[in-house]
């Protein structure tokens, strides 16, 4: 990827300051958290890496990273409560569905919280993850994977798909990762500046969960009923079969 024609197109304060662009790392997530440790890390600093090795999504799962994908990581030096990182979640989702409608002309739907679908299969997916200390969070770290012109392994194909195969061209990977830079800064400002209301209202037109029936396991729990919504904390209201309203923060998986 070409770094400066990427730096020149970004209309941002913060994000994409500083790009670090690699043909193969273990994992941009684990890079920024290693940088963050040894006091070399930028706030606005992107990671970007044409494969990686050892990627992760949510609850630890392998983050299958071939090249050919678009695998980043952004992070933000934030000092805030932690209870309000569920906040930053539907930012990072709205940001691929418009950047896929916007770049690629293709609909995508939002699985709460944060998987990106195309024709019911998964074609992105994002993680917020955080630096504590002392209860507040001092670092936010944003890691998103979006599969675009990488071949899909065949024991993923049933539930995963790329932009490749939807579009049947390949994709430059550039202008997608500038649309994305711009599009999570815009949004972060609009949260730090307390004004997530519209993007949550996006984000639930975008929902594919809302308003139908779900069973949502969490642990060794497992929930039943309606999603209704998705509050300004980021969390799953369900009206569980049995009446009761519960707030799900996070899940291992969604099924409906
Ligand atoms: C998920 O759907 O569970 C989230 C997937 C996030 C994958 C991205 S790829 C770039 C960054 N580096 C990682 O190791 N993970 C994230």
Redesign the pocket.
Known sequence: MDIQKLKDSLNTKILGKEILSFDRVD????YAKRIIDNGRAKDGGVIV?GG?T??????G?K?F?PPG?L???AILKKEMPVKDIGRLVPLLALSIVEMLENTADIKAFIKWP??ILVKDK?I????VETIVKDNRIEWIIF???INVNNAIPKELAGNAVSLKEVIGKESDLMPLLSFLICSIESKYMDFLNDKCGSCLDKYRGKSMLLGKNVKVTQGEEVYSGMAEDVDIEGRLILKTNDGKVIRVIAADSVVF
């Open positions: 994992s941009t997530q684990r890496a990686q050892d990627g992760y999504g949510r609850c799962r983050w990273s994908g695998w980043f990581s944060n998987d998964k992105a997916g994002s993680i890691g998103i994977g």
